[in-house]
């Protein structure tokens, strides 16, 4: 490096934002994730003895330090150590580094290590194409993602690799954090003369979500658009504060992890009964941008699911509000969006609509049986083949009701759904039963079958079957 790219470096260092300035060397100076690389931990022997040897996956929600605990071993490890970003970087960039890797080891018996940020990015092609050498041992992989490994990164990879999962840090972390920053002369503001308010502190840390970057950065805006006083003091109050960082930041990536546990919170919510954490849920998802149709498509399926028969009114109100919000939109359009949320909250349950589940495992196991002939249609061969002969119109009966058969043969007796005693549901069973019992005395059945409830598991894999794979909603 010359005399002037020398100088360069210093000043991008110099210029470099405080969150990039602060950025801790050591693991002593690292703050929070003790889970995983506390005193003792497997992690942190692993990497102050410089043992490195097999690929890891660090994955966390952005600021909880993945890229700073891959700078440390960066500094601390004897390997040549490579950086690639995956929103920037590409196969023919990985080539490079791939070969200039196997070179070293051939010349110099030199492992590398390469630490690929944002590695979710890359796509299979691109994964495939690092999967070999990180399986002979030419590239020791540090992958950082945002995302869920065991979703976006491919399955050989992430067999290669052990995963170290961080957390977003504690309001105790980013308060230390931000002191270090006030404090330390090199890097931070600590020749200059800054007060930083209890109340302005407290507001940063909280505000900040866990994120050490984003409370930095605020830091920093604070800092940076307030003059100093006549006594040259920088003061940062709690209106400076609240400025420089208005708005919590919500980890929510419609593609990612935060969009499909947050739906699943809010669903298992409604479906347990608890408007309270319902509405949460629904805050969250509207706070961070979620598109409220999508929203209320899972409040229709949800209506039919788990209400069904107990409030049929259920499927009314939340079909309801999808069209009322079309027709109005937001914010307005929050209002038949949370009525639909607190309706289907605290209306009787009922899942007994998956009895349709159990009739398509039927015909998967037993196959197609022919519709009996007087049930079948009438309007084109009654006369040479008989077809309808024999129905008899339920209309005509004084209850309107008559016990006749429409399963065929071999399944009468076979009963798939079952009513349950909730809501208006407990009404349906009480009809139901004399209905059965009166069809089973016409037909002579003597025996019966209720076919049994089916799991959770074999009712989303029947799912899976009615639709052609595609992306998770």
Same mark, same amino acid.
């Given at each position: 490096?010359?005399?002037?790219?020398?100088?360069?470096?210093?000043?991008?260092?110099?210029?470099?934002?405080?969150?990039?300035?602060?950025?801790?060397?050591?693991?002593?100076?690292?703050?929070?994730?003790?889970?995983?690389?506390?005193?003792?931990?497997? =992690?942190?022997?692993?990497?102050?003895?410089?043992? %490195?040897?097999?690929? $890891?996956?660090?994955?966390?929600?952005?600021?909880?330090?993945?890229?700073?605990?891959?700078?440390?071993?960066?500094?601390?490890?004897?390997?040549? *150590?490579?950086?690639?970003?995956?929103?920037?970087?590409?196969?023919? @960039?990985?080539?490079?580094? $791939?070969?200039?890797? !196997?070179?070293?080891?051939?010349?110099?018996?030199?492992?590398? $290590? =390469?630490? &690929?940020?944002? #590695?979710?990015?890359?796509?299979?092609?691109?994964?495939?194409?690092?999967?070999?050498? &990180?399986?002979?041992?030419?590239?020791?992989?540090?992958?950082?993602?945002?995302?869920?490994?065991?979703?976006?990164?491919?399955?050989?990879?992430?067999?290669?690799?052990?995963? *170290?999962? =961080?957390?977003?840090?504690?309001?105790?972390?980013?308060?230390?954090?931000?002191?270090?920053?006030?404090?330390?002369?090199?890097?931070?503001?600590?020749?200059?003369?800054?007060?930083?308010?209890?109340?302005?502190?407290?507001?940063? &840390?909280?505000?900040?979500?866990?994120?050490?970057?984003?409370?930095?950065?605020?830091?920093?805006?604070?800092?940076?658009?307030?003059?100093?006083?006549?006594?040259?003091? #920088?003061?940062?109050?709690?209106?400076?504060?609240?400025?420089?960082?208005?708005?919590?930041? #919500?980890?929510?990536?419609?593609?990612?992890?935060?969009?499909?546990?947050?739906?699943?919170?809010?669903?298992?919510?409604?479906?347990?009964?608890?408007?309270?954490?319902?509405?949460?849920?629904?805050?969250?998802?509207?706070?961070?941008?979620?598109?409220?149709?999508?929203?209320?498509?899972?409040?229709? $399926?949800?209506?039919?699911?788990?209400?069904?028969?107990?409030?049929?009114?259920?499927?009314?109100?939340?079909?309801?509000?999808?069209?009322?919000?079309?027709?109005?939109?937001?914010?307005?359009?929050?209002?038949?969006?949370?009525? /639909?949320?607190?309706? !289907?909250?605290?209306?009787?349950?009922?899942?007994?609509?998956?009895?349709?589940?159990? /009739?398509?495992? %039927?015909?998967?196991? @037993?196959?197609?049986? +022919?519709?009996?002939?007087?049930?079948?249609?009438?309007?084109?061969?009654?006369?040479?083949?008989?077809?309808?002969?024999?129905?008899?119109?339920?209309?005509?009966?004084?209850?309107?009701?008559?016990?006749?058969?429409?399963?065929?043969?071999?399944? =009468?007796?076979?009963?798939?759904?079952?009513?349950?005693?909730?809501?208006?549901?407990?009404? &349906?069973?009480?009809?139901?039963?004399?209905?059965?019992? +009166?069809?089973?005395?016409a037909l002579g059945i003597n025996q019966t079958e209720e076919y049994p409830e089916l799991s959770q598991e074999t009712i989303q894999a029947i799912k899976r079957r009615h639709q052609p794979t595609g992306p998770r909603e």
């Open positions: 490096m010359d005399l002037f790219e020398n100088a360069f470096q210093n000043t991008l260092r110099e210029e470099a934002p405080l969150a990039a300035r602060m950025r801790p060397h050591t693991l002593d100076d690292f703050v929070g994730q003790d889970d995983i690389i506390g005193p003792g931990r497997l =992690l942190r022997r692993t990497i102050e003895a410089d043992r %490195l040897f097999s690929s $890891i996956i660090l994955w966390g929600p952005p600021g909880s330090g993945k890229t700073t605990l891959a700078m440390i071993i960066a500094h601390q490890t004897k390997s040549h *150590f490579e950086t690639l970003s995956a929103v920037l970087a590409g196969k023919a @960039e990985l080539k490079i580094v $791939i070969e200039a890797a !196997l070179e070293r080891r051939k010349l110099y018996r030199k492992r590398t $290590i =390469l630490f &690929v940020d944002e #590695v979710h990015r890359w796509n299979k092609a691109q994964q495939d194409a690092l999967l070999p050498h &990180v399986e002979n041992g030419t590239i020791t992989l540090i992958g950082a993602t945002t995302e869920n490994p065991y979703f976006e990164v491919i399955g050989a990879l992430v067999s290669r690799s052990r995963i *170290f999962q =961080l957390k977003p840090l504690e309001d105790r972390h980013i308060r230390i954090i931000i002191e270090r920053a006030l404090k330390d002369p090199e890097r931070g503001y600590g020749k200059r003369k800054i007060l930083l308010d209890e109340d302005a502190l407290g507001h940063l &840390v909280h505000i900040a979500g866990g994120d050490a970057r984003n409370a930095l950065n605020a830091l920093e805006l604070a800092v940076e658009s307030t003059p100093p006083d006549e006594q040259g003091i #920088v003061k940062i109050t709690l209106q400076i504060a609240q400025e420089s960082i208005q708005r919590r930041a #919500v980890l929510y990536d419609k593609d990612g992890d935060a969009h499909y546990d947050t739906i699943s919170a809010f669903i298992k919510s409604v479906r347990g009964s608890d408007p309270d954490a319902a509405l949460y849920w629904l805050a969250k998802m509207l706070y961070a941008g979620e598109d409220p149709r999508f929203i209320l498509r899972r409040l229709i $399926i949800l209506a039919g699911e788990d209400i069904g028969l107990a409030d049929p009114q259920g499927l009314v109100v939340a079909t309801s509000a999808a069209y009322a919000f079309d027709y109005i939109g937001l914010p307005e359009g929050i209002y038949p969006l949370a009525e /639909a949320t607190l309706y !289907l909250a605290t209306a009787p349950k009922s899942n007994s609509a998956t009895a349709y589940f159990k /009739a398509y495992q %039927l015909i998967e196991k @037993e196959g197609i049986t +022919a519709v009996p002939q007087h049930l079948q249609d009438d309007s084109r061969d009654r006369q040479a083949l008989g077809h309808g002969v024999g129905y008899q119109y339920p209309h005509e009966a004084e209850d309107h009701f008559l016990p006749q058969q429409y399963l065929p043969k071999p399944l =009468l007796g076979t009963y798939f759904y079952h009513s349950t005693n909730q809501g208006y549901e407990a009404l &349906v069973a009480e009809r139901l039963e004399r209905w059965r019992r +009166a069809q089973r005395e």
